[in-house]
């Protein structure tokens, strides 16, 4: 039996199709009664398959360019965006990384933020980033067959080369969080002269040029199934250090107090690294992590 669900986005002033119930999903973006749909709207090629989220579908808002995907989610979430809108833009003119970074961000690669409310308490917020990253690395491997580690603490990166960054703001009231915004940037299809130095792509690693919207709805699916699992810190924890670029290995931390050298020994559920150092044993919350070559 066929069921159509309608749900209208008033940001864009677009109707959301989804079909459920069909053996293949599918959605589309079509122009409702408004006679001038706003040019920053991109229509997903049909054939798409559809994320789903428990047979409700997602709010997906498209633009050609942004400043930056989080900072508008947050705007539309202080407006009362719905759980789990994403906002994707072929470009953001000022995508944003940690501690008031840059993040390049070309044509050509996938930039998006996810709104969720998790209802958690603030003590899991780092949880949160382990989640994304494991879902991440997942979606990526099961789409190309690329292997990425995770480096921390919100990078995913290939023979030590960043491909994929993760910026996740929160916002917490008292003990609980409010909402949080996943940011993910992934550099798809983007080449050495777009990129900065040290980080890769898809492109540069399989040398092939691969559907970006294929990718978009593969990792949205794996995000959602984590989702559901992505209560068990322990299994989250685990999989983000069996996966790790550098588990066990020498490294050095810069942080706002200076550099910590030493083993890594693992991460804690609440999102701080064990460093094995001359001293004993130090937990650093947060901080740039390189390898001790
Ligand atoms: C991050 O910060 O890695 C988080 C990046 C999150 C980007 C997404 S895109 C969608 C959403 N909207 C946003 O505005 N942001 C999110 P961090 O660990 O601070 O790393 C930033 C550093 O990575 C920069 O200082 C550069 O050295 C490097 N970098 C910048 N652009 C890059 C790129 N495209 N690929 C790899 N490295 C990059």
Redesign the pocket.
């Known amino acids: 039996m066929q069921k159509e669900l309608t749900r209208c986005n008033f940001e864009l002033g677009l109707l959301l199709v989804l079909r459920v119930g069909e053996p293949s999903q599918r959605y589309r973006l079509r122009a409702p009664d408004n006679p001038n749909p706003p040019s920053r709207v991109l229509t997903p090629k049909t054939g798409t398959p559809t994320p789903t989220r428990r047979g409700c579908g997602l709010n997906i808002i498209r633009y050609k360019r942004i400043s930056?995907?989080?900072?508008k989610a947050k705007t539309l979430v202080e407006k009362g965006a719905a759980d789990w809108t994403v906002l994707v833009s072929e470009v953001?003119t000022q995508?944003?990384?940690?501690?008031g970074?840059?993040?390049?961000?070309p044509k050509g690669?996938l930039?998006?933020?996810l709104i969720i409310r998790p209802k958690i308490p603030i003590e899991r917020i780092p949880l949160l980033q382990f989640w994304v990253a494991n879902a991440l690395r997942k979606g990526i491997e099961e789409a190309y067959g690329v292997r990425p580690e995770v480096k921390w603490p919100?990078?995913l990166v290939v023979d030590w080369k960043?491909l994929a960054?993760?910026?996740i703001e929160t916002k917490i009231s008292g003990p609980e969080v409010v909402y949080a915004i996943v940011?993910?940037?992934l550099?798809l299809n983007l080449s050495a002269e777009q990129?900065?130095t040290g980080?890769t792509s898809i492109f540069l690693v399989k040398k092939k040029r691969f559907s970006l919207e294929k990718t978009f709805s593969s990792i949205l699916t794996v995000l959602e199934r984590h989702y559901e699992t992505s209560r068990d810190e322990n299994a989250v924890v685990s999989d983000w250090w069996k996966h790790c670029a550098h588990r066990m290995k020498p490294v050095i931390i810069e942080t706002g107090n200076g550099k910590i050298r030493g083993k890594c020994l693992g991460v804690n559920p609440d999102g701080s690294i064990i460093i094995q150092t001359e001293r004993g044993n130090i937990t650093v919350p947060d901080g740039t992590l390189r390898l001790d070559a």
Do not use: M, Y
């Open positions: 930056s995907t989080n900072t953001q995508g944003r990384g940690r501690s970074r840059s993040w390049k961000s690669g930039w998006f933020s919100n990078d960043k960054g993760i910026l940011g993910i940037g550099n990129l900065p980080a």
